[in-house]
């Protein structure tokens, strides 16, 4: 870790909002993805993160745990002339709940942009403690 | 250093000490705004500065100490809330200023006496 503690802490807060950020683009991409009926449907990508502990008490941000599938079963249309479709004619779409998504990318968004102005804060902070003296 | 046991300085970094930690504890809070299950810190160091002000010992080691915040937590345990965070974020900077321009305005004072 630099002398510039509050940069790298802001920094892991502002991966994760980019990664949160390109899960939901991946899923919202896929919304729409077909599979053939007797394999795994499209599932989508849900970022794991947690809390890092530090010394004394403050912590060091946060990490990426894993990248974890949605569960739950894939929702099936009748469309009989569909090329993926089963002997019955149903198709199964990809398990996305697109209103969460949607969700969830305001939310990933607004953690990016808080943790950038974090980081612009602290650069304005320790650009001032290179006046000490002066 | 100018000295040991000059007040200012010794105030000016104690408070320094313990201004850059509650940076730091706010860019925590801030990179785990969204993390399920996180309680939020803070800093407190102006109550010790103040009573070791009143009494004189200002030898002693600067005494930072963290907490987590009691706010009540959302719907996914989480208990930051941002807006308070930036707000802290913006307070603790012009601090930090202040405490710069102190001390230098303390060493201008000491570089005066030095030339005269």
Same mark, same amino acid.
């Given at each position: 870790?630099?002398?510039?503690?509050?940069?790298?802490?802001?920094?892991?807060?502002?991966?994760?909002?980019?990664?949160?950020?390109?899960?939901?683009?991946?899923?919202?991409?896929?919304?729409?993805?077909?599979?053939?009926?007797?394999?795994?449907?499209?599932?989508?990508?849900?970022?794991?993160?947690?809390?890092?502990?530090?010394?004394?008490?403050?912590?060091?941000?946060?990490?990426?745990?894993?990248?974890?599938?949605?569960?739950?079963?894939?929702?099936?249309?009748?469309?009989?002339?569909?090329?993926?479709?089963?002997?019955?004619?149903?198709?199964?779409?990809?398990?996305?709940?697109?209103?969460?998504?949607?969700?969830?990318?305001?939310?990933?968004?607004?953690?990016?942009?808080?943790?950038?102005?974090?980081?612009?804060?602290?650069?304005?902070?320790?650009?001032?403690?290179?006046?000490?003296?002066? | 250093?100018?000295?040991?046991?000059?007040?200012?300085?010794?105030?000016?970094?104690?408070?320094?000490?313990?201004?850059?930690?509650? =940076?730091?504890?706010?860019?925590? !809070?801030? %990179?785990? @705004?969204?993390?399920?299950?996180? &309680?939020?810190?803070?800093?407190?160091?102006?109550?010790?500065?103040?009573?070791?002000?009143?009494?004189?010992?200002?030898?002693?080691?600067?005494?930072? =100490?963290?907490?987590?915040?009691? !706010?009540? %937590?959302? @719907?996914?345990?989480?208990?930051? &809330?941002?807006?308070?965070?930036?707000?802290?974020?913006?307070?603790?900077?012009?601090?930090?200023?202040?405490?710069?321009?102190?001390?230098?305005?303390?060493?201008?004072?000491?570089?005066?006496?030095?030339?005269?």
């Amino acid at each position: 870790m630099s002398s510039f503690h509050s940069l790298d802490i802001a920094a892991t807060g502002a991966d994760l909002g980019r990664t949160w950020l390109d899960a939901v683009a991946h899923n919202i991409a896929n919304v729409n993805t077909v599979r053939p009926y007797d394999e795994e449907p499209f599932r989508a990508k849900l970022v794991h993160a947690a809390a890092v502990d530090g010394p004394g008490g403050t912590g060091d941000g946060v990490r990426i745990v894993e990248i974890l599938e949605a569960d739950g079963t894939a929702p099936e249309v009748y469309e009989p002339d569909h090329p993926f479709a089963s002997q019955e004619g149903a198709v199964k779409r990809g398990v996305v709940d697109l209103v969460g998504q949607m969700a969830d990318m305001i939310g990933a968004q607004r953690h990016y942009q808080a943790n950038l102005s974090v980081i612009r804060s602290s650069r304005e902070a320790y650009e001032a403690a290179m006046q000490i003296g002066r | 250093m100018i000295s040991n046991n000059d007040i200012t300085t010794r105030a000016i970094e104690w408070a320094l000490g313990g201004l850059e930690q509650r =940076s730091q504890t706010i860019a925590d !809070n801030v %990179a785990n @705004a969204e993390t399920p299950g996180f &309680r939020g810190s803070e800093v407190s160091f102006e109550n010790e500065l103040r009573s070791a002000l009143q009494t004189g010992h200002m030898d002693r080691t600067p005494s930072v =100490s963290v907490a987590h915040t009691t !706010n009540p %937590a959302g @719907a996914n345990g989480n208990n930051v &809330r941002l807006e308070d965070e930036m707000v802290d974020m913006i307070a603790t900077n012009l601090s930090k200023s202040a405490m710069i321009q102190s001390f230098n305005y303390k060493a201008d004072i000491l570089r005066a006496a030095i030339r005269s």
